[in-house]
């Protein structure tokens, strides 16, 4: 069985170019999570969805930034006209059901790097 | 806002002896978990303790809860180098999602 796994693992950009962060969740998993980390920090929670549902998106920065988990496909982390106080690392989590986190299934993560 | 918040900050110790590090939370939650993130890597899931528990045991972990004083510790027995790693402790309240503390910088000596 394969884990959460997260593509690419190192993401290189330059100031105002898009960067596309990929997840997909554990098998069988319909509820993604994404943190962001900044260096020398802990976890922060940005957005959580379902299939085709956004749930929870109090994390996540009003502009620059969405998220989409569609029917077919991984999830999309996007974030538009990066900016050098983007680069972290970025962790997408799945969990089989929704209002209990039992146990979150983390992927290796992203790291960003905006030059 | 910052749920869990752990203490201390970093931790030295010498390979063999035991090392403890809490958690503090401010609202109610169904569990709080602990994880591991060795440098530059991903977050491995150690422990899991539910509300209704105080203590619960993984071979050389052991994690406490004290929902009256909102805090949990972990203690590793008998540590080793290969344990030198960031540890955060994560609790799951009721809206869904796991909020993370800032985490622990822990050193084992050889």
């Known amino acids: 069985n394969a884990g959460v796994m997260q593509n690419p693992r190192h993401l290189v950009r330059r100031r105002g170019q898009e960067a596309r962060l990929r997840c997909s969740p554990v098998?069988?998993?319909?509820?993604v999570y994404w943190y962001r980390q900044l260096p020398e920090e802990g976890l922060k929670f940005m957005v959580y969805l379902q299939k085709e549902n956004i749930i929870d998106e109090s994390g996540m920065p009003k502009e620059r930034f969405s998220a989409e988990f569609p029917k077919e496909g991984p999830s999309i982390l996007r974030i538009q006209q990066v900016v050098r106080g983007d680069s972290a690392a970025y962790f997408c989590a799945s969990s089989p059901m929704q209002g209990r986190f039992l146990e979150a299934f983390f992927g290796q993560g992203t790291r960003l790097t905006v030059v | 806002s910052q749920q869990g918040e752990e203490d201390p900050q970093a931790l030295s110790i010498q390979e063999g002896e035991n090392a403890t590090m809490n958690c503090s939370y401010k609202t109610s939650i169904n569990n709080l978990q602990w994880y591991r993130q060795n440098s530059g890597r991903g977050l491995v899931h150690l422990i899991l303790?539910?509300?209704?528990?105080r203590e619960k045991h993984s071979g050389r972990l052991r994690v406490t809860l004290d929902t009256s004083k909102k805090s949990s510790s972990l203690l590793i027995t008998a540590s080793r180098a290969a344990d030198t790693a960031s540890y955060f402790c994560?609790?799951?309240?009721?809206?869904?999602?796991?909020?993370f503390g800032k985490g622990i910088t822990l050193s084992v000596r050889p």
């Open positions: 994560a609790t799951d309240e009721a809206n869904s999602k796991l909020t």
């Open positions: 098998k069988g998993h319909s509820h």
């Open positions: 303790i539910r509300s209704n528990e």
